[in-house]
Structure formats: structure tokens, C-alpha cells
């Protein structure tokens, strides 16, 4: 996508005229402009040189995002001296450059406009004082209200110009209902002037009088004046929907510490290499993306992550820029610089983001591109109805003038761009990055959440999670055994199992004669004794004295889903022990917090339907797909688009079709950069509970612009008719004043950019937002899971029994015999309706009728029958 900066837009006419402008050039393929940002991206092959053409045609300005530095990017990527070239550009294009002139113009208007104030209404409605050669003099003061009203036309001429052009061009905008408002008022009060000189010769005092009341020149004056007050205000408020991107900008650092011929050099950050060897201590600003060579820290992270607690950093960990070091002194290689780097990505992602547009944009955009021509059409229709009902032309004109004022396109292209841009920015500084605006519309509306299971709902790498020692031995010593046999092995299994004996500090024994035997397990001696460590089949045949492992303990233990490995020494059994890829700590709550949403979740893995059964159960999934391939996950996606609109949410490489293939595709942030490639949304903190903190940020968003259309289209609907003077015969004259138009126009933006900035207070990780039903209480609203587990083998029938109750009245009355029920040991699952006035529970044993019934009746309801 090519990005361009776009001069001279006002309004969503002036985006939209832009948007069919450039959509006309041959190759383009799509054109998306930004009011909020003043930027356009285009797709396609056309050259930018007729893109800028098209688009000074339609009577704008445009230029290639980058000048010069985006030209000369070279075809393998541009060097980081002109990446830094465009961020700074792409910095200055955010400035608020309206603001301070816009200020300067309105405080000029604003003094001119007291003076004419005070002689149009100060002395003609308070008879304060005026010279005494222009008390009675009405031609003079015609005159002052005339030359005073002129020059704050001039002094705000940008409407004049910019409107006329537009309209002269056949592309009317917001600037074109100002101008002409202002002009007409400004004209039919020279006529009256002109015509209040004939009545003076003539010696018609009562007619010079009606003439001075029928001038508008404070009208045509204070009409610009109230909308430059607007225009400042919106392009306030507008300036602060940009500060997440600006604020991430700012933290791109600009100087790094090289390690160069065994010597420590500060050096701006663009002349740090792959391979550089960076040096980083307490308090400093990490320069670039870099994995750790030697030292250890505690870095802060939240500038990219939002996560406020430091993470200890050590030998082989990966730091990123901006980060900060906040105790310990640090070697890290450079591994991403300039625009590889993660925060260039964060910053490119958030503008991408801001260039593009949002489905529900599209309503604003047809409204745009047929408002302002059917407002001229509206306010001339105003204006000659008026003279055809017997009115005074005055009475006519400053109806039409009122109509061609009050009406506000601003409004309109205003309100999804603010919201997107604020939604978007909250996200970024939670961790939460979308990639389009599209993306932020879509992901609230998912139905199903298909979840991978390692590295998403699991940690993605085995743990030690059982230790079950033979006769003679106790954990420690199995442990010690296990680590002393297992140090020299590069298997993940021994991974696991070494991680727990360091965390525990357990100790070890040489081994000599190490030995792996591919398939079964390792063999080695200490102490003239033979260790073994394998499957079960392996360590029977080194067993000399008929031990062996519990059955009932090993079948447990694969029933959950662990993989068994077994020990002995000296031919005798020493115990077994259970590993296992466990859950994160924050996937129940996460799945629990997609239920409260009315989110079916299914769990898709390539694992075998033991170990996703349990995991599944352990995660509180609805449905699990098991021992699916790479190439099935996209199949699966398309199976489940059948029943409503899919978010996938993975992280590694065989995630990358079905990422793709879904409505939304969800990255988890740590995992393969083809999984984030692929992805629509990226979770930087790669936890899953931010799937749910996306979805209800995406829904606070939508809610947002929606309530910014309907105050837009609301605004419009209820004051063009007052302004219009359709309310008159209806209460007692009820009319607008030109001037009043103005006013309630310029705060319709500026209240539209003000709802947009509300997103900022939006608790996006607050379970209750949007929930359908809560994600669990004593109240009795727990989520309501059902487990169907669903795999490529038959699954084993499930222990039920059928409870017919009597006394259930609601809702609250099944989460409390749920409730009950599921915490008898056995029990796995209760489906209780107060409707059908049953509970099928689901058992993992026989659990006795007495003890099912007691648990019911204890909490005063009725069990009639158990079958």
C-alpha cells in the first residue's frame, strides 16, 4: 500500500470526492482516505504521479507519504537512515499545524467582531452610546457593519476559497454551505444598504428604520467566526486522537551504545548493524530488537505490552526497543533494526490501521456524497417556498441562510475515523494491535472462537507435573535419579524434567557409559549400578525383580493426558513420572470470559484424542477437534464458517491457512512470525484473556461510532427542519437565527471527537463488558460450558444419571443445583433446566443416588426420581 498526504480536505464530501477521484485511475485496485489524519492509501499499480494528478484535479493537494526517502527505497527493503527520514515525516504530518493558526485567525475575527457587535445590536437594541455623528447617521452606520463584517470575511477568506472551488468544480463540501451562507448574507445586505440610501432621499424615515433591521452583516460575520470556533475545537479534539501514535513514535530511541574493537561508542541509533553487540545499563532506553549475550536485567515492557511489572531478562532472552532496563547491566546482539524492529511494527500496524477504512464507514461516505448538493437544493427550495407563503424576502433568506449553515458533513466523516483511531490507540497501549480498521469492526462480531492448543490454551512446552515413586524411594530421590540420568539428553521430555530438579535444587550424580536408545528411553551407571529411563515396554525389560509400576496410577495419568516415563536402578522399579504441556494460568478465565459473550469456543489440534480430551475438559472448550493436520485446521475453519462468523486464534506456522482462512484471524504475539503475518489482530502480551479484552474492545468501539452516526443524522434530521422554519406554525413561531445555525454547528463535531476520546476510560479487561451472562458467581450465573467433545476417533460413552427436581423457578435456581452437584467428587458436569425440571449429570464414577439427592434437597429443592 502507498500512502500519500492529502492537503485542503474539510469535510467528508472533500474525503469522499478525494476517495472516486483517485478510484477512477486506471490500476488502482482500492483507495481508502483518512479525514481524521489527512493521509490516503492506495492499492495498486498505478503510478503516484497520476494519483497526485487525479487528485489536484479534484482540487486537493497531495504528495507521497515520505518525499524523497520513500522514492529511494531500494528493492530489498530501505536502510534505517530513511526509515528515520519517513517516522519524522510521518511526524510532522501528525503535528497539529491547525490548532495555532486557526487560534491566531479566531482571536483577529473575535476582536473585529466585538466592534461590529456593538454598533448592530449594542446601540440599535441598548441605545449604547456612539459618536454623535453617527447617532441617527443609519446610512453610516449600514456603512461600519458593512467594511467591519468585510474584513472578518477576509480574515476567514479559507471558507470563501475553498468552497466556491469545490462547488465551481462540482464537488460542493462543508466549506460551501459556510460560504454561500455567509456571502448571501452578506450580499442581501448590501442590497438593503443600497436600498435603505433610496429611502432616505425619499425622506421615508419608517422604511430607513425597516432597513436597518433587515441587515444580516453580523450574520455573515459571526457565521465564519462560530465555525473557525468549531473548526479549532475539532482540530483540538482531533489532535488528541493521534497521541498514542505519537506517543509511540516518541519512544523510538535515537542514540545506542556499541561494543566496537573491545571499546564502549554512543552512536545515533541508524548506524547500529545486524550482528552489533549493544551495551545497555540501569536506566537506559533499549535501542533496537537484540537477544541477550551476557548479563541480566529487569526490563520494563509497558511501553509495548502495557504491562506494568518488569520481566527478568537473562542470557539467550530476547529484549526489544523501547524498552527499558530498569536493574542490571546487559550485552545484547542486534537481531531486527529500523523498521524490523517490534515497535516499527506496532507504529506501521497502528498507522495502517488509521488509513484504512472501517465497513461502517460506508453509510457516512453515502450520506457525504449526495449531503451538501441536496442541502443547497433543500435551503433554495427554504428560501422560495418562504416568498411564495407572502413572506418578507428577509424572513426567506435568513431561513435558507439558517438551513445552509446548520447542516454538518464534519459530523458525518468525523465519526468513525475519531473512534477507530482512539480504539485502536487503547489497544496499542494494552498490547492489543489490529491491523486494519476493518479488523476492529469485525472482531466483535464473531460467534465462534476456534483455539490451537499448544502455545495458545497450553504453554507450548512440556512440565513436570507428577512424580510417582516405587517402593524404597521417595520423590527427592526419584528426582535425583531421574536428573542425574536425564542432564546429558536433549529431549524435550528431559527438558521438563531438569527444569523441575533446578528449581527444586536437587542434586545429581555423575553418569558414566551414557547411552541413548532411539525409540525407547537412555541407560547409564553410577556407582557400578545401571540407570534406565523410557516407556514402559523398555524399562520391563530391564527390570530383574517383578516390580513394576501401579497400572491404575500409570492409566490415570494417561487418562488426563500426561506422557508416562519410567525409571529403575539396578534392575530394580524406582517410580514413573507424569509431563505434560499444562495450560496457561489464564486460559479458563479467558474461555469462561469468551462464554459470558456468547462465544462457542472449539479447541483444533494436531494432538492425539486423549490428550486433547483433557486438556479440553481442564480449559472448559465446548467441542474438540482432534489429531487434525496442518492442512485440515483451514478445512475445519471452513466448516464452522457455516454456522456463523469465525475468529482463529494460534500462533505458530501450521496456524498460518487457518489464520487466513477465518473471519478473524488472531495471532498470539510470541509465536512465528508467519502465524502474525497472517493474523488480523496480534496479542503483544501473548495472552489469551486479551482475545476477549479485543473482542469487547471491538464491540466499545462500533458502539462508539454508532452513537457518533446517530448523533450526526440525529443533529441533522431535528435542525434542519427548525432551521428551515418548519416548527413556526407548531410553537408559536419558534425560528433560527442564522448565527445560532452556526454555533450548533461547529459543536457538533466538536462533540463527536469528544464522545470518540470517552474510549479512552473503556475497561476493555473488565469481564462484565457485553457480557450475555456472567462469567461466574455465587449469584449462580456460572458459565454455561457444555462439553462436546468431538474427535477423528469415537469417544468413549460418559457415565450419566437423569435427576427429575421440583421447586426450580429461574435461572438462578439451575446455577445453584449446578453448583451443588458439580462439586461431588465424580462429578464433571451438571445440564440442569428449571423448564424441564431435571439435571442430567455427567460422571466420571458411579456416584450414589443418596449422596446426588442430598446435595439437592440440602439447597431446599425437591428430587422426585434419580434414573
Known sequence: MEKFNVEGMHCAACSTRVEKAVSKVPGVDSCSVSLLTNSMGVEGDASPEEIIEAVEKAGYGASLMGGEAAESRSSDGSSVREYNERLEQQKKALEDKDTPRLRKRLITSLGFLLVLMYFSMGHMMWSWPVPQWLDGNHIAMG????????????????????????????????????????????????????????????????????????????????????????????????????DALKGLMKLVPQTATVERDGQEKEVPVDQVSLGDVIVVRAGESIPVDAVIVSGEASVDESALTGESIPVDKAPGDRVSAATVNMSGYIKAKASRIGEDTTLSQIIQMVSDAAATKAPIAKIADKVAGVFVPAVLIIAAAVTAIWILLGQTPGFALARGIAVLVISCPCALGLATPVA????????????????????????????????????????????????????????????????SLEKKSEHPLAKAILARAEEDGTPFREVSGFKVLSGNGLTGTVDGAELAGGNLAFIQTKLKDGSGPDPAKAQELASQGKTCVYFSEAGKYAGMMGIADTIKEDSPEAIRELHSMDIKVVMLTGDNQVTARAIGRQAGVDEVIAGVLPGDKEAEIRRLQEKGKVAMIGDGINDAPALTRADIGIAIGAGADVAVDAADVVLMNSKLTDAAAAIRLSKGTVRNIKENLFWAFFYNILLIPLAAGLYTALFHGWTMNPMWGAAAMSLSSFCVCMNALRLNFFKLHDPGKFAARSAGSDTGNEPLVTETLRSNEKEEDAMTKTMKIEGMMCTHCEATVKKALENLDGVTEAKVSHEAGEAVVSMTEDVADDVLKKAVEDKDYKVVSVA
Open 143 to 242: 456603512l461600519i457593519e458593512m467594511i467591519l463584517s468585510a474584513i472578518i470575511m477576509m480574515i476567514n477568506k479559507d471558507f470563501f476559497t475553498s468552497g466556491f472551488t469545490s462547488l465551481f468544480r462540482g464537488g460542493p463540501n462543508m466549506d460551501t454551505l459556510v460560504a454561500m451562507g455567509s456571502s448571501v448574507s452578506f450580499a442581501w445586505s448590501v442590497f438593503v444598504l443600497f436600498k435603505m440610501t433610496g429611502d432616505q432621499l425619499t425622506g421615508d424615515s419608517a422604511a430607513v428604520m425597516s432597513d436597518m433591521h433587515s441587515f444580516y452583516f453580523e450574520s455573515a460575520a459571526m457565521i465564519v467566526t462560530l465555525i473557525t470556533v468549531g473548526k479549532m475545537l475539532e482540530a483540538m479534539s482531533k489532535g488528541k486522537t493521534t
Open 420 to 483: 477507530i483511531m482512539v480504539g485502536n490507540g487503547l489497544g496499542a497501549r494494552n498490547g492489543i494491535l489490529f491491523k486494519t480498521s476493518a479488523a476492529l469492526e469485525e472482531t466483535g462480531r464473531i460467534e465462534i472462537a476456534a483455539l490451537d492448543k499448544t502455545g495458545t490454551i497450553t504453554k507450548g512446552q512440556p512440565s513436570l507435573t507428577d512424580i510417582v515413586p516405587g517402593e524404597g524411594y521417595t520423590e527427592e530421590s526419584l528426582l535425583s535419579l531421574a536428573y
